[in-house]
């Protein structure tokens, strides 16, 4: 047992650095997009092409990759999506942003999926292995894994801002702060040229970020296990073409269940909350008062409040419930995002620039590690296709805030994401309400046994497709 439980640990260890080491460098461009490419909208533009995809590959990509290849190479093959992005910033234009960010939506939802369902195997399987809840271990990996993963936030951007910061001659125009903050509007501010650094460290930081995108992959392809390699080959010898229609269609068939379509609002907040600080707080209150330079330093305090409290919240899940950290995150944004409304912001309130964002990260680390358990626990016989509705309504939410970023004053902007947030509890809580009248069945993986050639050819179409549903897990 002790072994069993050395090679779960180090596994649930792999996924969550090679997911740091990805992250790395895509989270730290993504925060710089909305300044870095902002001629004509491109860098938010490309951030919706992005998330675009990802709603199109949610569609039937994770399903067919999982089944098919497993969950470490599909992992494996989707970062490399995530690489070529960085490449795209390399010559920014118009035709390689949107074709690298293409490349990289179609390869994000397979790559969060695979994880998902890697973590959510791991937590079943190691709970029977130890007579304990499944959902208590998923919660605790999802906790370990973001408590890692939204570190990435720390090192990608601390490597930009100490990078940037080499450029002494980057200055904020002191006409910019009169539109700083919920009074800007698309038309009466625009990222001045003296605010952006030097094109060669902009090449020297995408090098940087090149680099670490291709440790993660070396990192995985070695280090993770193969947990499923037997399930995947034996679907592929199986199955073959006749399951590829059921298995497209896997994705929407989920959305009969109710307790789904009453998620969707929690997910679409998710891509809300998450691209309103990436996407318009950098913007419009760092680079507009202080400068795109200190764009890292304050996604910083973001990433390191985000990756403590998910470790905590993991952990804390078990004794509070999920309810209570869903709710606390919920008044945390409320309060910041009418603190936004109201704030003017100025380079003399330095320090008001990271409290906004350590509480984002405080409540982030409630949407991201307890949604996403939330999803293992309650659609645990169909984790690829829940994963994939997941990252796919979670994209919708992306898409639509950025969509929209360059058409609409900020304030608005805010009043829209207050109006989700509100739609999400409301839903969210009658979820639990029927979860507590109805529970949801625990797993137990490790008591079916992994049928033998000689048996599928013997039992009905139904059965065989339950054996396989069940040995999924």
């Known amino acids: 047992m002790k072994k069993i439980m050395s090679r779960t640990s180090k596994n649930v260890l792999v996924v969550s650095v090679g997911f740091l080491l990805l992250f790395t460098a895509y989270g730290g461009l993504q925060s710089l997009q909305s300044s870095l490419n902002a001629e004509n909208g491109m860098g938010v533009i490309s951030l919706s092409v992005i998330y675009g995809a990802i709603i199109l590959s949610s569609m039937f990509l994770p399903p067919i990759m999982i089944k098919n290849l497993g969950c470490k190479w599909t992992i494996v093959l989707s970062m490399g999506c995530y690489v070529a992005y960085s ?8 035709p390689s942003l949107m074709t690298t960010s293409a490349i990289l939506g179609m390869g994000g939802s397979p790559l969060w999926s695979a994880k998902c369902t890697y973590l959510t195997i791991s937590g079943n399987r190691r709970g029977q292995k130890i007579d304990k809840k499944g959902q208590d271990l998923i919660n605790q990996y999802f906790g370990i894994f ?17 990078i940037f910061g080499q450029d002494t001659s980057i200055e904020v125009p002191e006409e910019n702060l ?19 650094p030097a094109r060669y460290l902009v090449n020297t930081l995408l090098g940087c970020y090149i680099g670490v995108g291709v440790l993660a992959i070396i990192f995985v392809a070695v280090f993770l ?56 707080y950098t913007k419009n209150y760092v680079t507009c008062a202080i400068g795109i330079h200190y764009v890292g330093f304050v996604m910083i305090c973001f990433g390191a409040s985000n990756s403590l409290c998910s470790f905590a ?77 997941y990252r796919m309504w979670e994209s919708l939410g992306f898409v639509i805030a950025f969509a929209y970023s360059t058409f609409i004053c900020l304030s608005t902007k805010i009043y829209v994401a207050l109006a989700v947030l509100a739609l999400t509890m409301v839903t969210y809580l009658y979820v639990e309400y029927n979860e507590y009248k109805h529970p949801t069945p625990q797993v137990a993986p490790e008591n079916f046994h992994k049928p033998e050639m000689a048996d599928i050819k013997e039992i009905t179409a139904k059965d065989e497709k339950d054996i396989i549903a069940q040995t999924q897990l």
């Not at 973001?146 to 100490?162: D, E, K, R, T």
């Not at 929407?252 to 309103?276: A, H, N, V, W």
Request: one cysteine or more; a negative charge; proline letters at 3%.
């Open 313 to 389: 919240f993991g952990r804390l899940a078990q004794y509070t419930g999920r309810i209570a950290l869903f709710c606390l995150a919920a008044v945390t944004n409320l309060g910041c995002f009418l603190g936004l409304l109201f704030w003017e912001p100025h380079p003399d309130q330095l320090g008001v620039f990271f409290v906004f964002p350590a509480l984002w990260g405080m409540a982030d680390a409630v949407w991201q590690t307890q949604t996403n358990a939330l999803y293992g626990i309650l659609f645990a016989e169909h984790k690829e296709a829940a994963f994939a509705n």
């Open 87 to 94: 490449f795209g910033n390399l010559a920014p234009g118009w």
């Open 146 to 162: 973001f408590f890692i993963f939204q570190s990435s936030a720390v090192w990608g951007n601390l490597m930009s801002s100490l």
């Open 225 to 280: 296990d193969n947990i499923d390699r037997d399930l995947a080959r034996e679907f592929r010898k199986n199955k073959g073409n006749e399951s590829f229609c059921s298995t497209f269609l896997a994705t929407f068939k989920l959305l009969r269940d109710p307790r789904l379509l009453l998620l969707i609002p929690l997910t679409m907040y998710s891509g809300f909350e998450q691209s309103f600080l990436s996407g318009e």
């Open 178 to 196: 009169q539109y700083c903050g919920a009074t800007s509007c698309v038309e009466n501010f625009t990222v001045a040229n003296s605010t952006l």
